[in-house]
């Protein structure tokens, strides 16, 4: 029997850009709910714009709030109608909990839920409109979780968020066996796209980005890379081809202009995936006559909706490799620490992991 205090650290936002570790009382899970001891939870691109209160009154909807929404962690206690998880249960969780009966739930398009940020319909984003990760203990839905297989560490299972955002991105908008890729933005999910776009079956992948980010992307899997600093993108992206342009281009950076870009970079017939998350007022321009004539197909994609269990086969099998994506590990009572690191790219941080039970427990 898993003996459950009363209360635990968390991560506690106090107001827009203040933030203090100290203890809240565990929550007690509820019907089709588990509670969670969590093992390990990674810094989001999201997370820095939460944390300063740029959203605030959406994300979060309130102070004092808990973010964090990349985490993995143990069953330590199952509410009432859970029969499929048990206590002592390794999962990997997602942000996202749609009402489940709205068309677009129905559809299993939850990420989309028709009723988002109505907790009266049952919708539940973690981290964003509910509680979140950045704290020892926190209870989820059973429908945010899956079992990971017994060789995918907590570590590893905190990267399935951003592993599958990449891969819901990819499934939307294919990939053409044999191919070409280009990704703009060599974040975590552009390092993530670009490994699975290997792993799906493209020849080649081309990273485009500047810096010790893009340097650092030949490591990570990439073929040719485009320093967009020191040559034109698309003419550079394009030269690689022979001319034709790439079959698909991923924007995972959600920077001004790489929009355009991204079209302009793929062959006739050939598709763009939208990953990254632009600012709320931005309003790019896109060449309309070259999308028409050239038959171009834009996919924009949310979150990562049913790719979790996908994404943890992929990093049993070995097929997906995301261990290596985190450099930078601390303790929640270290989260200014983490933060800084994470915001900063000090150390040319890549993906940012907070252990809030310790080390030993990841």
């Known amino acids: 029997m898993t003996e459950i205090p009363e209360y635990g650290r968390a991560c506690v936002l106090t107001g827009p850009g203040t933030f203090e570790i100290r203890d809240i009382r565990v929550p007690r899970p509820g019907r089709q709910e588990v509670l969670l001891k969590v093992r390990a939870v990674a810094i989001c691109g999201s997370d820095p714009q939460i944390i300063r209160g740029e959203l605030a009154g959406s994300w979060p909807p309130a102070y004092p709030f808990v973010a964090g929404h990349e985490w993995a962690g143990e069953v330590v206690a199952v509410g009432e109608g859970v029969t499929d998880l048990q206590v002592g249960d390794r999962v990997a969780g997602e942000a996202h909990k749609g009402c489940g009966y709205c068309d677009n739930c129905k559809r299993g398009r939850y990420s989309l839920c028709l009723n988002y940020g109505d907790p009266a319909s049952g919708h539940e984003h973690y981290g964003f409109t509910v509680p979140g990760a950045y704290a020892q203990y926190q209870k989820y839905s059973v429908r945010s979780l899956s079992k990971m297989p017994d060789n995918v560490s907590f570590e590893e299972g905190a990267l399935?968020?951003?592993?599958?955002?990449?891969?819901?991105?990819?499934?939307?908008?294919?990939?053409?066996?044999?191919?070409?890729?280009?990704?703009?933005?060599?974040?975590?999910?552009?390092?993530?796209?670009?490994?699975?776009?290997?792993?799906?079956?493209?020849?080649?992948?081309?990273?485009?980005?500047?810096?010790?980010?893009?340097?650092?992307?030949?490591?990570?899997?990439?073929?040719?890379?485009?320093?967009?600093?020191?040559?034109?993108?698309?003419?550079?992206?394009?030269?690689?081809?022979?001319?034709?342009?790439?079959?698909?281009?991923?924007?995972?950076?959600?920077?001004?202009?790489?929009?355009?870009?991204?079209?302009?970079?793929?062959?006739?017939?050939?598709?763009?995936?939208?990953?990254?998350?632009?600012?709320?007022?931005?309003?790019?321009?896109?060449?309309?006559?070259?999308?028409?004539?050239?038959?171009?197909?834009?996919?924009?994609?949310?979150?990562?909706?049913?790719?979790?269990?996908?994404?943890?086969?992929?990093?049993?099998?070995?097929?997906?490799?995301?261990?290596?994506?985190?450099?930078?590990?601390?303790?929640?009572?270290?989260?200014?620490?983490?933060?800084?690191?994470?915001?900063?790219?000090?150390?040319?941080?890549?993906?940012?992991?907070?252990?809030p039970n310790g080390a030993d427990e990841a």
């Open 160 to 355: 399935c968020d951003t592993a599958g955002v990449a891969l819901h991105g990819l499934s939307l908008t294919g990939i053409t066996p044999g191919g070409t890729v280009a990704v703009i933005g060599p974040g975590p999910i552009g390092i993530c796209a670009l490994r699975l776009a290997h792993a799906l079956g493209a020849a080649r992948v081309v990273m485009v980005g500047r810096g010790s980010r893009l340097a650092s992307a030949r490591r990570f899997g990439a073929d040719e890379l485009v320093d967009f600093t020191t040559t034109e993108p698309v003419a550079a992206v394009r030269a690689l081809t022979d001319g034709l342009g790439v079959d698909q281009a991923f924007e995972c950076s959600g920077a001004p202009g790489t929009f355009a870009q991204a079209v302009r970079m793929v062959r006739k017939g050939g598709a763009v995936g939208l990953l990254g998350v632009p600012a709320d007022e931005s309003d790019e321009p896109v060449p309309f006559k070259f999308i028409a004539h050239n038959e171009v197909a834009i996919f924009g994609s949310r979150a990562d909706p049913n790719a979790v269990p996908n994404v943890l086969s992929l990093i049993s099998s070995g097929a997906l490799r995301v261990g290596d994506v985190i450099s930078h590990r601390f303790p929640l009572e270290q989260f200014d620490q983490a933060l800084a690191t994470f915001v900063e790219r000090r150390d040319n941080a890549v993906k940012v992991v907070v252990l």
